[in-house]
C-alpha cells in the first residue's frame, strides 16, 4: 500500500464519529463547511470561465459565417433618388496558419487544469477552516466550563473564609483575597464566555449551521514516519505546486504562440449575395445574383515592433511562472515543517503540562489541608487554586493546538480532501462542464446537454 493510501486511510478512520449520533462530529463540520462554502462556488465558476476558453479557441477552427444587409439612397444634384438594397452571406475559414490554433487550444487547456489545481487549494482551506471552526469551538465550550468550575470553587473558597472570619481564626484581609480572586475569575469566566461566542460565530460562518453539541475529536491522522517523507508527499500532492507546474506549462506553450504570430495565415472565403436597384431608364428595380469564392494568405512583414515585444513579454512570463513554481514548493516545504514543528511542540508541551497538573493539584490539596491547621494563608490557597487553574486551561488549549497541527500538516501535504478523506458525499466534478462545452457545442442537442449540467449544477 503507497504512503498516499495509507495516509488518506488513516484521515477516514480519525474522522469517524466517535460520539452519540446527535452530537456534531468533525467530519460532520466538515461536509457542511463543503456544502455551504461560497467560496467553493464562486472558485467553481471560475473553473466554468476557463473551460469555456478552450471552447473559443476551438472556435477558430472552425468557420465563421455571416449575413449582412444594406440599403442605400443617393440623390444626384438635380436628379431623382436612386435607391438599392442588398443582402449578402459569407464565410471564412482558417485553413492553415502554422499551429497557431494549436497552440492556443493547448495552453487553454492547461489553464483549466491549473484552475482545477486552484480549486482543490480552495478545498483544502476550506476544509481546513471547518476544522480549526470545530476545535476552536470545542477549546472555547471547555475553556468555559473550567472556568465556571473555577467560580464555584471559588466560591465555596470564600464562603469558607467568610466563616473562619466570624469564628475568629482568619482576619478581614484573608476575606478581602478571597473576594479579590473571586471577582478575577468571574471576569474571566465572562471573557471566556465572549470567546466562546466568537467561535460559534465563526463556526457558523465556516458551515452556515448554528452549532450543536460537538462530539469529541477523533483519533489522531496517523503521520509519516519522518519529516522528509511528509515533504515528499508534499512536492507530488499539494494543489499550489501542481498549478504552478501547470502554469509553468502553460507559459511554455504561450512563447511558441508568440513565435508563431510571425507566420502567414492561410484563409479560405466565400459568399452569394443579392442586390436591387432602380433603374433610371426603365424605372424597374433591377435583381442581381451574386457568388464569390477564394482563397487568401496573409502575413506580417513590419509591425512596428509590436510582434517582437509580444514574444520577449511572453518570454518574460514564462520565467516569471517558472520562479514562482521554485517560490511556491518551498513555501510548501515550510508549510510542512511549521506544521511538523507544531506537532512536536505541542506534544511537549502536553507531556510537561500534564506533570505540572499532577503536581498543582498535589500543591493544592496539601496547601489546602495546611491551612485549615493554620500553617497556610488564605493567600497560599488562592495561589495554588490559580496555578491549578492556569495549568488545567493550557493543556486545553494545547491539546486543540495538536489536533489542528495535524490536519494543518494533512492539508500541506495535499492530503486534506473530500476525496481523501472518504467524507462520503457527492463532490463537484470539474470534468462534467468540460466536457459539455469543450467541442463549442451549437447544435440543439448539444445545447441540451449543456442545460442538463447546468441544472446539475445548480442543484449542488
Do not use: C
Request: without cysteine; aromatic residues 4%; hydrophobic residues 45%.
Amino acid at each position: 500500500m503507497s504512503a498516499l493510501r495509507r495516509l488518506a486511510l488513516a484521515a477516514v478512520l480519525a474522522l469517524a464519529p466517535a460520539a452519540p449520533v446527535l452530537a456534531e462530529s468533525l467530519a460532520d463540520t466538515m461536509v457542511a463547511a463543503y456544502r455551504h462554502s461560497a467560496l467553493l462556488e464562486q472558485n467553481r465558476a471560475v473553473l466554468r470561465a476557463a473551460d469555456e476558453n478552450v471552447a473559443q479557441s476551438i472556435s477558430a477552427l472552425r468557420p465563421v459565417v455571416q449575413w449582412i444587409a444594406s440599403h442605400s439612397a443617393q440623390r444626384p444634384e438635380g436628379g431623382t433618388t436612386i435607391r438599392s438594397s442588398s443582402v449578402t452571406l459569407g464565410a471564412q475559414l482558417t485553413l492553415f496558419d502554422f499551429g497557431r490554433s494549436r497552440l492556443a487550444i493547448d495552453g487553454a487547456k492547461e489553464q483549466v487544469l491549473a484552475t482545477r489545481e486552484a480549486l482543490v487549494a480552495i478545498e483544502q482551506d476550506v476544509l481546513l477552516s471547518a476544522a480549526r471552526a470545530f476545535f476552536s469551538l470545542r477549546e472555547a465550550t471547555q475553556q468555559v466550563s473550567l472556568q465556571q468550575n473555577s467560580v464555584e470553587v471559588l466560591g465555596r473558597e470564600r464562603q469558607a473564609a467568610q466563616d473562619r472570619f466570624e469564628v475568629g481564626e482568619i482576619t478581614v484581609t484573608d476575606v478581602a483575597l478571597a473576594d479579590a480572586q473571586l471577582a478575577a475569575t468571574q471576569a474571566s469566566l465572562a471573557a471566556a464566555q465572549g470567546q466562546l461566542e466568537i467561535a460559534r460565530e465563526n463556526y457558523t460562518t465556516v458551515t452556515g449551521l448554528r452549532p450543536g453539541r460537538l462530539a469529541a475529536p477523533p483519533a489522531l491522522p496517523r503521520l509519516p514516519a519522518t519529516l522528509e517523507e511528509a515533504r515528499a508527499l508534499a512536492q507530488r500532492n499539494h494543489p499550489a505546486i501542481r498549478q504552478a507546474q501547470r502554469q509553468a506549462a502553460a507559459a511554455e506553450i504561450a512563447v511558441a504562440a508568440a513565435a508563431a504570430e510571425r507566420n502567414p495565415t492561410l484563409t479560405g472565403n466565400a459568399g452569394v449575395g443579392v442586390s436591387r436597384s432602380l433603374n433610371q431608364i426603365t424605372g424597374d428595380y433591377d435583381t442581381r445574383n451574386s457568388s464569390s469564392v477564394g482563397i487568401e494568405m496573409r502575413q506580417t512583414l513590419y509591425s512596428g515592433g509590436r510582434l517582437p515585444s509580444l514574444h520577449r513579454e511572453a518570454l518574460a512570463q514564462r520565467d516569471q511562472v517558472r520562479a514562482a513554481l521554485l517560490n511556491t514548493s518551498r513555501q510548501v516545504v515550510l508549510q510542512v515543517g511549521e506544521a511538523w514543528a507544531n506537532i512536536d511542540v505541542a506534544r511537549a508541551q502536553i507531556r510537561a503540562i500534564d506533570q505540572q497538573i499532577s503536581a498543582a493539584q498535589q500543591a493544592y490539596e496539601g496547601v489546602r489541608e495546611e491551612a485549615l491547621l493554620g500553617a497556610r494563608t488564605t493567600l497560599d490557597v488562592l495561589d495554588a487554586e490559580q496555578s491549578l487553574l492556569e495549568a488545567r486551561a493550557n493543556r486545553i488549549t494545547a491539546e486543540s493546538n495538536l489536533q489542528l497541527a495535524h490536519y494543518q500538516l494533512l492539508a500541506a501535504m495535499g492530503l486534506l480532501t473530500v476525496e481523501n478523506l472518504n467524507l462520503g458525499i457527492p463532490t463537484y466534478d470539474p470534468t462534467q462542464y468540460y466536457n459539455a462545452v469543450r467541442n463549442a457545442p451549437h447544435t440543439s442537442k448539444q445545447g441540451e446537454s449543456l442545460d442538463r449540467v447546468l441544472r446539475a449544477i445548480g442543484r449542488d
